[in-house]
């Protein structure tokens, strides 16, 4: 059974930092594309970044571009989101999802599996 689980959110001040964890277990963590997404109360889902299965390619929203940093790490089955210069229009849950396919797509219906999520709340 696969699970996401994701960790490290939390109330910061604008311009501070966070950095969220996805714990990945029930799947060959190593062989697959992972993404970031997002969600403010009264809005869509929306796609923050994405990391290849090796860890060599990532994309981002453009509007976290330079501020957010997504890494890897294989052998612990993790990978993460560090998210620096955070703003209020960064306040959201979070949430973790695992892409089969490999593309590491900026479209949530292309993930297969998704985390509960984690709240990131930015105070101005």
């Known amino acids: 059974q696969v699970q996401l689980v994701e960790s490290g959110g939390g109330l910061v001040q604008a311009g501070g930092s966070l950095r969220l964890s996805c714990a990945a277990s029930?799947?060959?963590?190593?062989?697959?594309?992972m993404g970031w997404f997002r969600q403010a109360p009264g809005k869509e889902r929306e796609f923050v970044g994405a990391?290849?299965?090796?860890?060599?390619?990532?994309h981002y929203l453009d509007s976290v571009k330079g501020r957010f940093t997504i890494s890897r790490d294989n052998a612990k089955n993790t990978f993460y989101l560090q998210m620096n210069s955070l703003k209020p229009e960064d306040t959201a849950v979070y949430y973790c999802?695992?892409?089969?396919?490999?593309?590491?797509?900026?479209?949530?219906?292309?993930?297969?599996?998704w985390g509960q999520g984690t709240q990131v709340t930015v105070s101005s």
């Open positions: 990391i290849s299965w090796s860890g060599d390619r990532t």
């Open positions: 029930g799947l060959t963590f190593s062989s697959y594309a």
């Open positions: 999802a695992v892409d089969y396919g490999g593309s590491a797509s900026v479209s949530s219906h292309e993930y297969d599996y």
